[in-house]
DNA sequence: CTGGCCTATTGGCTAGGCCACTGATCCATC
DNA sequence: GATGGATCAGTGGCCTAGCCAATAGGCCAG
């Protein structure tokens, strides 16, 4: 059988749920309306009426716009829009629960760590160079009495490069934005930015002396100092 | 503002909804069962009474699942499984480079490092009872010639619980399935599974003496012994 | 001004039902 | 024997109708 079929003829036909179609005039009204972060969808009965469909088929379109993160449903308010659209899990999860900086503090300090100590390991010349790019944009910065948050991220950036690791630095950038929060916060603190560029400084030297361990432990005491401004909010710990 | 915020009063309550539930329960039992890609869940109907929820609700958890990637629902026909599981981006993109393994054992010696330091701060005698029964667990299983593997996951679930860390604990599960191949890779080399548990042993007793540097010790010990299996494969490193 | 209470609004979930699609089987036709 | 149509059981798609539950905001008593 199949005696030619040259031709692509059976176009296996794209079925489309009722519910994909929903989700796509949603996102759609939202965009040509612009709505933003923090808009309201229409209340559900409405937007299931206006749209010509019940609710529990708006409902099932809710749920996929959700778990895309688009929106987010709360009972007995209403639907709003999320801002940046596609997070990782992991981070929706634990935005959702607000106040975790220490948990955030405990993933950076492992990651950090084992990148600094894989970074004096694994470093190139090339890597060395921007990093030491980023300190010297960092100083610059601070001369300029900046926070220097920019530089930081760069800093971090250009070690975690010289790890070599693509796992974890697909990581590392899944959290990035919790990381970036509590960053801005750390830096904000007088003295801090100068403070952590000496810290910064002290991770490049061991890097640049292959010196695993000490990346390490210069590494930790960084994140650890970084960190004691959350510590400030929540003592719990 | 923040008089005390002392306690942990406020719990910001974990609500869920129960599509939510649902899911999670499907891809539990997806998991217990072994199923694999292609393989069909029940008819919705009876999916739904057997969930003791409706089958509307059951059709937004499918959805989900959907969106997420996990089945596929037909009409007429029923729900399959879809192969790449609802891993995450950062799994999906390392299993395209294949052979990263020991990327797998950076990041999880990361990760696991940390977690057994903050195991033995933060351990519940509860945690402990549940990390001893992992450990009651392998030890039977080895005794059945068995290679533990599911002991073993067991042990390192119940020290990622004693954490008491979210954050951590869902970026494991995230790179769980990473893990569970090395694992079973390693538990399969002739006297692995009793090394290992000598292993899990000593991380216990650190944990329980509250010693976190001994038992990150213990951990990295641990992960560097499971991983020279993938060395042998890959001596790049 | 605080705290309690009420209520309108809005989502959460269920029950039950009919329609549409798929696949397998059977059968008439060629 | 092969082909094509009809049929039927099983399964998902979607709907209607309705009650429950959470939220926010206003009102009122203290």
Redesign the pocket.
């Known amino acids: 059988m199949t005696p030619k079929a040259s031709a692509e003829l059976p176009t296996p036909l794209a ?1 489309t ?3 994909e179609q929903v989700a796509e005039q949603i996102t759609t009204w939202i965009n040509q309306n612009g709505l933003k972060a923090g808009d309201r ?6 937007l299931a009426a206006r749209l ?6 708006l ?2 379109a ?1 749920v996929a716009l959700e778990v895309v993160g688009v929106v987010v ?7 709003v829009l999320t801002g940046r659209h596609s997070e990782s899990r992991i981070v929706e999860a634990i935005r959702a629960h607000a106040d975790r900086m220490p948990e955030i503090i405990d993933i950076r300090d492992a990651l950090e760590t084992k990148i600094a100590a894989l970074a004096a390991q694994r470093r190139t010349e090339d890597d060395l160079v921007a990093i030491d790019a980023s300190l010297d944009a960092m100083a610059a910065s601070i001369e300029h009495g900046d926070r220097g948050v920019d530089a930081d991220e760069q800093f971090h950036a250009a070690v975690t490069a010289a790890a070599h690791s693509d796992l974890l630095a697909r990581t590392m950038r899944e959290i990035a934005s919790l990381i970036r929060e509590s960053r801005i916060e750390s830096l904000s603190q007088p003295g801090r930015p100068r403070n952590s560029l000496t810290g910064h400084r002290a991770i490049a030297d061991a890097i640049r002396e292959r010196d695993p361990a000490a990346a390490a432990a210069a590494m930790h005491a960084h994140v650890e100092m970084v960190s004691d401004v959350a510590l400030l909010r929540d003592d719990e710990r």
Chains 1, 2 share one sequence.
Do not use: N
Request: proline share 8%; glycine share 12%.
């Open positions: 079925r749920r009722l519910y969808l229409p209340p559900e009965r409405e010509g469909v019940s609710r529990a088929t409902s099932q809710l449903v709360r009972h007995g308010d209403g639907t």
